[in-house]
């Protein structure tokens, strides 16, 4: 079954620093891959995702994130931070079969500081 | 404005007190989905749907009900709702051919 681990609940960068948040994942079979961001009283919205073709993907907001398959990672990064940043990522892997499902983590806060 | 609208946004019930969260989206999307999101769990899937009269248990079924005799709408239904059902609830929807799924603002329930 697949599985998503983000390392670290909460970050904290202060502004115009690097992003790092850490995704891995365990699947038996190349998965799609995703992360989400998700505002303060808001639903989650996707930043980026992995669909098996270019492995650096570019997502919105200035974020990008590098499938490594042979490290099982999907790590979210953005060169320098901005306020506007801080909010809860989740990343998650697509199931196997044909019904849709994903499989997300527990999330990663991020906190961005003045 | 393409959206996936749920009501009511906050709800506070006591146990056993039936309850039904409405869920609906204006993209023609047949694939939709409910989500739970608990501090430190992340989302976990509680009922998906493929299409219209087709629906399936995700991963935490257990004391909810789901129904989907629209296209559009996809209501998520406690028929007896205990405190351990207090959580945020997210309902999403996609294109069947599509993996990028489409939020609501979320429903946080509280149970007494």
């Known amino acids: 079954a697949q599985s998503v681990t983000q390392l670290g609940s909460h970050v904290s960068v202060s502004e115009g620093a690097l992003v790092l948040l850490r995704c891995n994942y365990s699947?038996?079979?190349?998965?799609?891959l995703f992360w989400y961001v998700q505002y303060p009283n808001q639903g989650l919205q996707l930043l980026l995702k992995?669909?098996?073709?270019?492995?650096l993907v570019k997502g919105i907001n200035g974020f990008e994130a590098e499938f490594k398959k042979s490290e099982t990672s999907f790590h979210l990064t953005k060169p320098s931070a901005h306020m506007s940043d801080a909010a809860e990522y989740f990343c998650?892997?697509?199931?196997?079969?044909?019904?849709?499902?994903?499989?997300f983590g527990s999330g990663t806060q991020l906190t961005v500081l003045p | 404005e393409a959206q996936v609208t749920q009501n009511p946004r906050y709800l506070i019930t006591v146990t056993g007190k039936k309850l039904t969260v409405t869920c609906s989206q204006n993209?023609?999307?047949?694939?939709m989905s409910w989500y739970r999101q608990d501090p430190g769990l992340g989302l976990r899937q509680i009922y998906y749907?493929?299409?219209?009269?087709?629906?399936d248990k995700g991963d935490v079924p257990e004391g909810y009900k789901v129904s989907r005799k629209e296209k559009r709408n996809f209501p998520l239904i406690l028929e007896s709702p205990s405190p351990n059902q207090t959580s945020l609830y997210f309902c999403?929807?996609?294109?069947?051919?599509?993996?990028?799924?489409?939020f609501g603002p979320g429903t946080r329930l509280t149970v007494t």
């Open positions: 699947s038996s079979v190349p998965p799609y």
């Open positions: 999403a929807s996609s294109f069947a051919t599509g993996w990028e799924q489409y």
């Open positions: 998650a892997v697509s199931r196997s079969g044909s019904a849709r499902q994903l499989t």
């Open positions: 993209m023609n999307h047949e694939y």
């Open positions: 749907s493929m299409n219209v009269e087709v629906t």
């Open positions: 992995y669909t098996s073709a270019a492995t």
